[in-house]
């Protein structure tokens, strides 16, 4: 496999934090749903609202550090398709680590609860209850976690491609270690 220049190593800790803790709100988000009203209904929302909050806080710190570092370069026998590919998948990728959790947010406060932050403290409350925007941006929360979802399947599928059929060492430009 071809030698890869690689992402800081906080680079590659917060790469796998935020994908742990998207993959945990996003089960968390699944099982909570589906359960009826309980005590442990609502605190399975507190741990998929503390989830988004901190997603959100972790993502704005990896994407000061992409603006202000440079990402190793692609392998070289990389076409500029499958480059610009994987360039538009990372904005969209990035787009969504903040759409996801902000419309939750807005969505939470729609439907008239405050945010509160490992209950400590409570975020700013932006918006009064709106019944008529609940729905809309409940919707707007799924959507979002749905279309996440595939664009993390199809970033999973791009570096094993890369990992197992083209060998060219692109996965190891975030693999923690070595």
């Excluded at 499958?82 to 406060?109: C, D, E, K, W």
């Excluded at 941006?137 to 749905?146: P, V």
């Amino acid at each position: 496999m071809p030698v890869t220049q690689k992402y800081s190593n906080v680079s590659i800790l917060l790469h796998w934090l935020i994908a742990l803790l998207i993959v945990a709100a996003f089960a968390l988000g699944t099982v909570m749903t589906d359960m009826k009203f309980s005590p442990t209904k609502l605190q399975y929302y507190s741990y998929h609202k503390w989830l988004g909050v901190t997603v959100l806080a972790l993502v704005a710190i990896r994407l000061l550090g992409r603006l202000f570092g440079k990402a190793p370069p692609y392998p070289a026998n990389m076409g500029k398709l499958q480059a610009q590919a994987a360039n538009a998948t990372h904005i969209l990728l990035y787009i969504l680590m903040f759409a996801v959790p902000l419309s939750g947010y807005f969505y939470t406060l729609a439907s008239g609860y405050p945010v509160v932050y490992l209950g400590l403290f409570q975020l700013p409350v932006l918006m009064g209850p709106n019944p008529e925007l609940k729905e809309t941006l409940k919707e707007l929360h799924e959507t979002l976690n749905y279309v996440m979802l595939a664009l993390v399947l199809l970033h999973i599928a791009a570096a094993l491609k890369h990992h197992f059929i083209d060998k060219d060492g692109l996965l190891y430009r975030m693999r923690p270690g070595h």
